[in-house]
């Protein structure tokens, strides 16, 4: 598969309201580790190699700063630099050195709907650390779009990501041999539908779900197994309502994959995963996905 310069989903940033109890939460439950702290800021660690997955920033109220990528080569950052513009998209900095924990070199650019990506080389790695219950990295960001067409546009355009799936609701694009790294759902404004961390395998995803419910973190949606990109999924409302997901079995894809339509992708009425054990979305979830908006450049 033609390598695209996006490389590898590595961390979102986003502001939260109380950040102690946001820490408390993402360490004590979800089961990240703090990698690093700033006045204002925590860097929160997989069990990967990533110098962090999740930075949440102190804020008044909740958003997303940035959905950031690890570049495979310091020319990536040349190339998306280069293609951004032509593509409707602006550089607001770089390739210059990022100055936050974990550091390397990236570019930033603004999409066209004004969402922050940042393309990162040569930042931190760690040693992965062994841990059967903790999420591994971050696998997936979904937005919600009121024109998919012009992001799915720019995400092909100037940054090499492929179409794995479309769905009634979603396109699902791809920028390595993951089904995808990013999904953008049909909806009426631009907001976080949600946030996916991997799990090692489906009995951790199972064991999550657990420990979150007796924490006091319901299901919301799932369990159950998605049809495009055949992973297993448990979905949540956490702190400040980020809708955050646990799975696993994320389908590997090569350039063989036939892309899926619409059609490929009806349930039978009723049923909302592949097993058909999943009740659907609660309310709570679906209201949750209109709340959080981007911080726009
Ligand atoms: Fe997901």
Not at 4 to 23: K, M, Y
Not at 72 to 99: C, N
Not at 181 to 201: G, K, Q, R
Not at 223 to 251: C, K, L, Q, W
Request: net charge negative.
């Amino acid at each position: 598969m033609p390598a695209s310069p996006a490389g590898q989903l590595r961390s979102i940033a986003i502001g939260v309201t109380d950040l102690d109890a946001a820490e408390r939460f993402y360490t004590g439950t979800w089961n990240l580790a703090t990698q690093a702290r700033t006045a204002d800021a925590v860097y929160l660690r997989g069990a990967g190699s990533f110098h962090h997955v999740l930075a949440l920033h102190r804020s008044e109220r909740p958003d997303v700063r940035n959905v950031t990528f690890s570049v495979a080569g310091r020319a990536d950052l040349d190339a998306i630099a280069a293609r951004t513009p032509a593509a409707g998209g602006r550089v607001l900095s770089g390739p210059q050195a990022l100055d936050e924990p974990g550091g390397g070199d990236a570019v930033v650019i603004a999409d066209p709907q004004g969402r922050i990506l940042r393309f990162v080389h040569g930042d931190a790695r760690l040693e992965a650390r062994a841990h059967g219950d903790a999420p591994v990295r971050i696998t997936h960001v979904v937005f919600n779009c009121a024109d998919v067409g012009v992001a799915q546009r720019f995400f092909e355009d100037a940054l090499g990501f492929r179409l794995s799936d479309r769905t009634r609701a979603m396109a699902f694009m791809r920028c390595n041999s993951d089904h995808h790294s990013i999904a953008l759902a049909d909806s009426d404004a631009d907001t976080l539908n949600h946030i996916a961390f991997v799990m090692p395998d489906l009995d951790a995803v199972m064991r999550g779900a657990g420990r979150m419910n007796d924490a006091g973190w319901p299901i919301e949606w799932g369990v159950g197994r998605h049809g495009p990109g055949n992973n297993v999924f448990s979905y949540f409302v956490g702190p400040d309502d980020f809708v955050i997901e646990y799975t696993a079995d994320v389908m590997q894809v090569d350039d063989g994959y036939r892309v899926g339509s619409p059609s490929d992708w009806g349930w039978p009425s009723g049923r909302f995963d592949q097993w058909g054990i999943s009740k659907p979305p609660s309310e709570r979830i679906k209201q949750a996905q209109k709340t959080i908006r981007f911080v726009q450049a």
